[in-house]
């Protein structure tokens, strides 16, 4: 957060302390005037104080999450929170669900219960080409009789491709949270939903012309183009299935009985429709969504009423080219268009800017701005004559599946992969296509021989759509994964809580190259000059069974197979000989434990201290370690009971591989063991300022969590700092941090 300033904002009273004392906003709120608000304050009775801190918190939340206009530093903000969490911590009685705090207070659910929608969540008809525009337009005209407009008024807005979700108010207060479900029965996820930051808990009252009794909007949740790569990223290092497509990765997330693990993902919220509402009336969509703005909802923005569609077009494409795209909710991608003309305008030039957006969208929803027009359209069967739900072609093509391959991961998953007649769609040349898994293939019944049609989800992973039915060849038969690996014939298992069937023959050629390609990596052995081939080779000859047959290859072994040089023999079993000086926490990462990434491996590792500690950990001990959750504490006892974690360990230290110990960390005297998150851009690289801590008797966790002491905050920190302050965990700069390093070194 920026601090910034703003003249003219609009102020409400709850917000008084940031008047100064002339009178004046106070938009630069320095240290000086945080504690003479907390002086200000020490009159007030514990209620009055908390309530004070809240309002105040709500308000930067406003300014943050929804204006994206924020008013003072993540610094001073944190400063607020902790304020708040100290004084509730001091007054239990006065926490209520409401309070910022209390966003992930949520304990985990055996089940969603379904809740019945006051107003169904019914569908938009779809239409696909510029003339569907015109037509829509048509019969809204004839529709209307004599009373439609000369020109209508459309509300175009992006159609994002998220999960639809209900918000329920009740008084101002987020009462339910409710997914679409059929329409007419959705899942109360209330306990996830309130994780979102930019979902307010409680709506403001901004122009102070009161709160409606009942207030129900509908909205997408959704995934940020960016933070889905992110994410995909650290499930793949923790050996787990990626997410097809933000969309799935948001809806996934949402279907989590954990709380926890929402709280964990970046998701937001984009408002576009009312629901059943008391006590508050709008004349028109644009209305609509500027009050629900004003209220605290998130809305992805309305062009300016003055703004031409020239104008629109040029500010778009000048924002949307930039790196840093500004403030989302500042990009005013909604615009209301005279007539079906701009609207068929605007349909092109958004799906012209489609790839450039943050997130994913599969077309645009045109509706009648006017809701006195709407009413007077009505419904027919579970659509609403007043909109349209103008949609993008995909990038697909048509090609033909040859084959579909079996591929086999590190962790013995096999993945049916289907290869196909290279075609170019979206102009990338596609050949493969993941097909996730056996019931994946049912569902879409794809065979061999099949024309299939095929798209790219998400800009980046291509996907089978569905198969042409009417081009199968008669001979073709349903096709099945083959019980067995398809590398060393071992019969293939399917654990009961995965989708995916897996080699779990230790000794597989396919699984052994996978998990000694992770093995010599630079942040596991570190062994340099192993390249891919070159274990393929070894393998092949026989020479490596297991991860510590490494350290039995020698000079004439390599030389004895073909096209191997001495020099680079040489050299390759020099640097063997050099990784045999490790440390615990790497030989832990290199064995590829299922779930266990480099940071868990390193918890690890400084909780138990030494090999002996680590292969005697019992599931209650592993749960006990910070970044340690349930799964992953079952994964590792278990991969602990098979006994060959054991026996590798034992192997290598045989072999002469030293294992350094971790030294327990001591709880006084250094970084005493604390957890340390970092984020943001620090003075020192990453990787150094881990080693930092780590030197130091810290540990470093990959994400927030209840368990984390400090977040250690750099420059352009983002979602982390708020997840922070949600959890209670203190936010800390690089010249806090450095005092404390100073200290541990003492
Ligand atoms: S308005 C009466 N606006 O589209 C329906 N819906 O087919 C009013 N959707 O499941 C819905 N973006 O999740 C509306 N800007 C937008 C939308 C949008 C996506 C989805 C929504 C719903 C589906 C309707």
Known sequence: MSTQANGNQQINKEIWPLRNATGHLAIEISDASISRMAKRSEADTPLEKIEKLRALIRHHDYRYHVLDRPEISDRDYDLLFSELLATEQQFPDLISDDSPSQRVGGATLEEFSKIAHRQPMLSLQNSYSVEDIDAFEERA????????????????????????????????????????????????????????????????????????????????????????????????????????NPRNAAAGTIRQLDPKIAASRPLRLFVYAPGAIEGIKFKSQDEFEGKAKDLGLPIVGVAPANETFAQFEDRLTRQLSR???????????????????????????????????????????????????????????????????AKFPPEQAETVLER?????????????????????????????????????????????????????????????????????????????????????????????????????????PAVLKGSLKHFVARRAMNIEGLGDKLIDTFVDAGFLKRPSDLYTLTTEKILSLERQGEKSAQNLVASIEASKQSTLARVIFALGIRHVGETTAKALASYFGSPDEFLGATEDRLIAVPDVGATMAVSISQALERGDVKAEFARLQELGVIIEESKKKATSGSLGGKKYVITGTLPMGRDEVKDLIEANGGFVLSSVSKKTDFLLAGEDAGSKVQKAADLGVAVIDWSVFQTQIAEAGD
């Open 141 to 244: 005209r004839k529709e209307l009789n004599n009373q439609a407009p000369e020109v209508f008024e459309f509300f175009c807005e992006p159609k994002f491709d998220g999960l639809a979700i209900e918000l329920v108010y009740e008084n101002g207060r987020l009462e339910k949270a409710i997914t679409r479900g059929d329409g007419t029965v959705g899942e109360e996820v209330t306990s996830n939903v309130r994780t979102i930051p930019s979902v307010p808990l409680l709506l403001r009252d901004v122009n102070e012309t009161g709160i409606p009794r009942l207030y129900e909007v509908r909205g997408e949740i959704v995934m940020l183009k960016a933070d889905f790569q992110a994410i995909n990223e650290s499930q793949q290092e923790a050996g787990e299935m990626p997410f097809a």
């Open 323 to 389: 790196a840093d795209k500004g403030p989302l909710h500042r990009l005013g991608l909604a615009r209301v268009s005279r007539g079906a003309e701009e609207a068929k305008q605007y349909y092109a030039f958004i799906q012209k800017v489609r790839a450039k957006l943050p997130f994913d969208i599969d077309g645009v929803v045109i509706k009648v701005n006017d809701f006195r027009l709407q009413e007077d359209l009505g419904f027919v069967a579970r659509s609403p004559r007043w909109a349209t739900a």
């Open 404 to 508: 579909i391959e079996i591929q086999v991961g590190r962790t013995g998953a096999l993945t049916p992969v289907g290869v196909m007649r290279p075609v170019k769609v979206g102009g990338v040349t596609i050949t493969n296509a993941t097909l996730h898994n056996q019931a994946e293939i049912d569902r879409k019944d794809v065979r061999v021989g099949d024309t299939v049609v095929i798209q790219r989800a998400g800009d980046v992973i291509p996907e089978i759509v569905r198969v042409v039915e009417a081009k199968r060849l008669k001979s073709s038969k349903p096709f099945l994964i083959p019980p067995f690996c398809p590398v060393c014939g071992a019969p293939s298992e399917k654990p009961d809580d995965e989708a995916v069937l897996r080699c779990v023959n230790l000794t597989c």
